[in-house]
């Protein structure tokens, strides 16, 4: 069974930065499309950052040029690095990837991030 467990999260103020980790129970990651999503209450979920098997990056306009994300496939990591962070970043962030093969999709059970002063 793939499992993913997401952590780096926290309360931050305003301007501040997190690391966000995403590890893998397999080598998952190789190959597979891996995406950051982001859920606030009463908003849709969001994807955020995706990076792809070649190693293209693409980010939801509201992040662009704050977050940046990034792997390990030897490691079996994947990172979302956020910086200039606004209270409006404040969400459950997950992390999921897609075996492309069946396309199935698996999900961690997310972090809390707080930007707050």
């Known amino acids: 069974q793939v499992q993913l467990v997401e952590s780096g999260g926290g309360l931050v103020q305003p301007g501040g930065s997190l690391r966000l980790s995403c590890a893998a129970s397999t080598s998952i990651f190789s190959g597979n499309p891996v995406g950051w999503y982001r859920q606030t209450p009463g908003k849709q979920r969001e994807l955020v950052a995706a990076i792809l098997s070649g190693g293209n990056t693409n980010y939801a306009d509201s992040v662009k040029g704050r977050f940046t994300i990034s792997r ?44 707050s002063s």
């Open 72 to 115: 390990d496939n030897a490691k079996n990591m994947v990172y979302l690095q956020m910086t200039s962070l606004k209270p409006e970043d404040t969400a459950v962030y997950y992390c999921t990837v897609r075996r492309a093969w069946d396309r199935s999709d698996y999900w961690g059970q997310g972090t809390q991030v707080t930007v």
